[in-house]
């Protein structure tokens, strides 16, 4: 990696600017291939990335995001681009409360290689049993086709306080209907590995500031920019190559030595290659974020706490903000704004140590294809990076890297993509 192939110079196209496209990217320049790369929008980041909000004021997140130490690809992205210094990592630990009963306790990563933690019941999720916890280890190794409540009991303690927000926040799906290995492989390579890699990470000046805008920095360095409202309209084949594409309003030849990477939604790809297999579904998150008169923290002044029993799942407090997440949304994301905010701002007056204040100024966002839903039946429709053009890759966090539809999912799929360009080469040129 890192070596100039003797081959003609490769040029590769890339179609999106979301975080897969970024990296596929950066990994193809690596690679010492030309790059071009078109947005459809007017930035990057795709469903990932900060903007100046006219009501609050202030820059805001599209969503709240949390990173965790496991997330190498994450890690490698930004070592790479120089900017493994903008996340933030905070206590390692996952703070909850029950409102149906104020209960608070507090997940916190121990020892993996002797969990003595799991014998002592302070450290355990309130009402829950030793024997919860066995099935952990296992779920990585659970078949393709198995849900959660294939190896968990919907109706235990640790199902409603532990597998529902874990399903809701990594997979965005209901945790009946959540895939098992999906599941099980990111708390293989998180929390079952150990406190650095369960170490939660978050993004103090956004996630463009952390993610997005070091990936353009690093591109302009080396000569390349992003052509910003530049749709991909259409693609034409010939035989087992693209032959053509049209952006915007220009066609564009291949040259021999051409590869296409779409780093698109899946709904994009289809539009553009009806033949490619993707998943169907998917779910919104919505996220609310209130900037009271005054600074409000949350209880003993963490950076976000997990809620059980209540509209909202995780409330983060970011400066003066403070940012609720709902993910698998899809009971709420129709309900009007005004709504939704009042409950979120009541459940935090509830938990927020400050007297009750009034409703503070809100936006709510609602993203409607958050993620593709992570039921089994969807993850086994998660194409590859190659396809059965020699040309076209594809890469997004809903392509199938064995991982949650996630950044780290994104990150890996356009390490991948790259990947698959590079092989591609030394087939035609060994
Ligand atoms: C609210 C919310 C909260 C989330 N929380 C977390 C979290 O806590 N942790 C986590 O790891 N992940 C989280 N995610 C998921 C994460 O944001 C995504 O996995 C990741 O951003 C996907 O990146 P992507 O590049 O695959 O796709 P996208 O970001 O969707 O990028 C695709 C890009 O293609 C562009 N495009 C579309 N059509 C065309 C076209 N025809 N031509 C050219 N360009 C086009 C789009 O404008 C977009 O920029 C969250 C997502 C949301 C929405």
Redesign the pocket.
């Known amino acids: 990696m890192g070596k100039k192939l003797n081959t003609p110079l490769t040029r590769v196209h890339i179609?999106?600017?979301?975080?897969?496209?970024l990296s596929a990217a950066v990994y193809c320049l690596q690679r010492g291939f030309e790059i071009r790369v078109?947005?459809?929008?007017n930035h990057?980041?795709?469903?990932?990335r900060s903007f100046r909000d006219s009501i609050l004021d202030c820059l805001i997140d599209?969503?709240?995001?949390?990173?965790l130490g496991g997330n190498r690809g994450i890690f490698d992205y930004l070592r790479l681009i120089g900017a493994d210094r903008g996340l933030q990592a905070v206590p390692n630990a996952f703070p909850f409360i029950d409102l149906k009963n104020a209960e608070r306790w507090t997940l916190q990563p121990g020892n993996v290689k002797l969990p003595f933690w799991i014998f002592l019941p302070h450290r355990r999720i309130p009402g829950t049993h030793i024997k919860d916890y066995l099935v952990l280890k296992k779920l990585a190794a659970a078949s393709p086709d198995s849900t959660l409540t294939n190896h968990v009991d919907p109706n235990s303690t640790m199902f409603k306080r532990f597998w529902e927000p874990l399903s809701n926040?990594v997979l965005n799906t209901d945790a009946r209907e959540g895939s098992a290995r999906l599941l099980g492989k990111m708390l293989e390579l998180t929390l079952l590995r150990g406190p650095a890699f369960a170490q939660p990470f978050l993004t103090p000046k956004g996630l463009s500031a952390a993610l997005v805008d070091p990936a353009i920095k690093y591109l302009a360095e080396h000569k390349c920019s992003i052509t910003f409202g530049?749709?991909?309209?259409s693609i034409s084949f010939s035989g087992s190559q693209v032959e053509n594409y049209i952006v915007g309003n220009e066609v564009v030849t291949c040259r021999k030595n051409d590869h296409i990477i779409l780093?698109?939604?899946p709904n994009?790809v289809a539009a553009?290659v009806p033949e490619v297999t993707i998943p169907t579904k998917y779910h919104p998150?919505v996220?609310i974020h209130f900037k009271p008169n005054r600074l409000c923290l949350l209880p003993n002044d963490v950076p976000f706490i997990g809620i059980i029993n209540g509209m909202c799942q995780w409330v983060f407090r970011k400066n003066n903000l403070l940012s609720v997440?709902i993910s698998n949304a899809k009971d709420l994301v129709e309900q009007e704004a005004n709504i939704l905010a009042s409950q979120a701002w009541q459940e935090i007056a509830t938990i927020i140590p400050e007297k009750v204040i009034p409703l503070p100024p809100y936006r709510v966002l609602k993203?409607r294809r958050?993620?593709i839903s992570q039921t089994p039946a969807q993850d086994i429709l998660r194409p590859n990076s190659y396809t059965k053009w020699e040309n076209l890759h594809l890469?997004?966090?809903?392509i199938n890297t064995g991982l949650p539809?996630?950044?780290?999912?994104?990150v890996q799929?356009g390490q991948n993509a790259a990947e698959t360009v590079e092989k591609s080469q030394i087939k035609k040129f060994p």
């Open positions: 179609f999106g600017a979301g975080l897969a496209g078109y947005e459809a929008a990057a980041g795709g469903r990932c599209n969503g709240n995001h949390l990173i926040a530049a749709r991909v309209r780093a698109l939604p994009e553009l998150i996220n997440t993203e958050a993620t890469a997004g966090d809903w539809a996630t950044i780290e999912s994104a799929s």
